[in-house]
């Protein structure tokens, strides 16, 4: 299913671990040269300037192909709009089609190709069914074809907003329980949590681990965003047209408090199993907590709350600090040689696929061997 080949796209995995391991100071520059003059891989950037750079010349070569189609077809009355949308779709597919099979991979213009031909198609279904739902639907399918196909992370995280607008929708609009919204996508997202600590590391999924990863920070901000009460305060009064400037939003308290605890739940798990990612994020949502309460409960001058609240986390890292820098196991203090601990475990498959890189030549049978007497004594036999 995979439009790559299975061992080149193994093959620049293994170099960009090796690359991260050198940065790391795990191996030396030469291992490195060696390892990528072993390795055959495919056309991808690492470089983001350079990639979103390619983006825009892909994303403008692909206009220009569907501007020229235009012309032609367009100009006829009797044109249907909505089929020149899947036409554009075609073209962006066939376009990533070829240039997939000539080994891009996260190049960039591949991606201008991936996106285009994915925002026509849904563009092109919900003009054609000016429906919410079967734009979702259409999001999640298509997204998770593309995802398995092209190995893209971007549109496995489309079929996950589709999966979540999806869900938001039939209970805005098809049920009574529309308050219970909040409620409905925590759960969706502790079920995401679980569903990828469950096939995490299943070895089908070995080319979508940047996927998982990134499937498992979608969960983590999907949970928090559904009990934030300024997320919920502000999408009931869309979504629903409730007014809350005199009242509260019901069970007010509760998104008060869960604000909170998650994001307090998310550092200490993430101490607790040493995941640097979590930990960021716990700080993060605890910030937007903060941030949250500020906005709805002002209790003192802003500048008097920057100032206390500096304080108190200085104070915290200071003590932190103190008690953590000269451990050496464990959470620690000490600088990390890498940001990425899962990559260690690649240094097996990098050993496993360089292990004929730097054989020594073998060594030719002298013709004068030695042992056993056969010249000028050497040996241990009356032979002379």
Excluded at 88 to 93: P, Q
Excluded at 165 to 186: E, K, Q, R, W
Excluded at 330 to 345: E, H, K, Q, V, Y
């Amino acid at each position: 299913m995979i439009v790559y080949n299975k061992t080149l796209l193994e093959s620049t995995f293994l170099v960009e671990e090796a690359i991260d391991l050198k940065k790391s100071g795990f191996i030396q520059e030469s291992d490195l040269n060696t390892i990528k003059q072993n390795l055959e891989t495919l056309k991808t950037n690492r470089n983001i300037l350079v990639r979103i750079g390619f983006y825009l010349l892909g994303s403008f070569l692909f206009s220009s192909i569907i501007g020229f189609f235009s012309l032609l077809t367009l100009m006829e009355s009797s044109t249907n709009y909505n089929i020149v949308g899947f036409v554009y779709f075609v073209i962006g597919l066939i376009l990533l089609e070829v240039i997939s099979r000539q080994n891009y991979f996260r190049h960039g213009l591949d991606d201008a190709f991936l996106i285009g031909s994915q925002m026509a198609f849904f563009i092109s279904i919900y003009n054609l069914t000016d429906s919410l739902m079967a734009l979702c639907f259409s999001m999640i399918i298509l997204g998770i074809v593309f995802c398995v196909r092209y190995v893209s992370t971007l549109s496995f995280l489309v079929s996950l907003i589709g999966i979540v607008v999806l869900t938001g929708d039939f209970l805005i609009n098809h049920t009574y329980i529309s308050s219970a919204l909040p409620f409905v996508l925590l759960i969706i997202a502790i079920g995401f949590y679980f569903l990828h600590k469950k096939i995490k590391d299943l070895k089908p999924l070995y080319f979508y681990q940047n996927v998982m990863e990134w499937f498992f920070i979608f969960s983590l901000l999907l949970g928090y965003a559904s009990i934030n009460y300024f997320v919920v305060r502000t999408l009931s009064e869309e979504l629903l047209h409730a007014n809350y400037s005199k009242s509260d939003v019901p069970f007010g308290w509760i998104f008060n408090i869960l604000m909170f605890l998650i994001p307090v739940f998310y550092v200490y798990y993430a101490l607790q199993t040493k995941n640097r990612v979590m930990l960021y994020i716990g700080a993060l949502t605890f910030t937007l907590s903060v941030a949250t309460f500020r906005y709805y409960h002002s209790i003192m001058p802003a500048e008097w709350a920057l100032i206390l609240a500096g304080s108190l986390v200085f104070g915290a890292v200071y003590f932190v600090i103190q008690k953590i820098k000269t451990k050496t196991t464990g959470i620690t203090f000490l600088p990390d040689r890498t940001s990425n601990p899962a990559m260690l475990s690649t240094m097996e498959a990098l050993i496993i696929n360089s292990q004929d890189m730097n054989h020594a030549a073998p060594t030719q049978q002298s013709d004068m061997p030695f042992g056993g007497g056969g010249f000028s004594g050497g040996g241990a036999s009356e032979g002379y």
